[in-house]
T-cell receptor, first 110, second 113 residues
Framework: RKEVEQDPGPFNVPEGATVAFNCTYS??????FFWYRQDCRKEPKLLMS???SGNEDGRFTAQLNRASQYISLLIRDSKLSDSATYLC???????????FGRGTSLIVHP | DAGVTQSPTHLIKTRGQQVTLRCSPI?????VSWYQQVLGQGPQFIFQ???????GRGNFPDRFSARQFPNYSSELNVNALLLGDSALYLC????????????FGPGTRLTVL
């Protein structure tokens, strides 16, 4: 079983839709979590960190569920420019090595 | 300020050859990490260096090696290239604290024929 698992998608949604991605992690010692965005043939860029209490940044909301060992990303009012691959990242306690999921592809269409 | 830079941007090699990829971190960053990303997968961790010392190594064969220089730039070397080494090689820099954001360079796209 992979340490960090994501549904590769693609998630195909119309503009204005709300879409949510989940990411599960297998290492219960994981303590820090992040969402990165990667555009086609570009480098990953940090979208947001995920805090235990959940956090929001504009149209984006990240949640952490430690009991079920998953994190989620909710995107409201999807824009065409949100089309990208969203990478989930987990960092175990005491480790400096982040583990990336394979990414979830989002396609927002007019 | 300049971001993370990598060179070359593209590279074509044949099986059995050796390759050296280079990375310059953001000014002030002391940690560099290397990742391999094949199409359809997330980045796979190869190495992390901090203050010129190896701080972590992923599950890659000994054909892969790296080092960090006093100016914190880094090189990744891959010997005896295989077709399966074809990938995007990403370098990321950070200040070095455990939960610090990693900033990625544009990557080097390596094709092995």
């Amino acid at each position: 079983r992979k340490e960090v698992e994501q549904d590769p998608g693609p998630f195909n949604v119309p503009e204005g839709a709300t879409v949510a991605f989940n990411c599960t992690y297998s290492n219960s010692a994981s303590q820090s979590f992040f969402w990165y965005r990667q555009d086609c043939r570009k480098e990953p860029k940090l979208l947001m960190s995920v805090y235990s209490s959940g956090n929001e940044d504009g149209r984006f909301t990240a949640q952490l569920n430690r009991a079920s060992q998953y994190i989620s990303l909710l995107i409201r009012d999807s824009k065409l420019s949100d089309s990208a691959t969203y990478l989930c990242v987990a960092l175990s306690g005491g480790s400096y090595i982040p583990t990336f999921g394979r990414g979830t592809s989002l396609i927002v269409h007019p | 300020d300049a971001g993370v830079t990598q060179s070359p941007t593209h590279l074509i090699k044949t099986r059995g050859q050796q390759v050296t990829l280079r990375c310059s971190p953001i000014s002030g960053h002391k940690s560099v990490s290397w990742y391999q990303q094949v199409l359809g997968q997330g980045p796979q961790f190869i190495f992390q260096y901090y203050e010129k010392e190896e701080r972590g190594r992923g599950n890659f064969p000994d054909r892969f090696s790296a080092r960090q220089f006093p100016n914190y730039s880094s090189e990744l070397n891959v010997n005896a290239l295989l077709l399966g080494d074809s990938a995007l090689y990403l370098c990321a820099s950070s200040t070095g604290t455990r939960t610090d954001t990693q900033y990625f360079g544009p990557g080097t796209r390596l094709t092995v024929l």
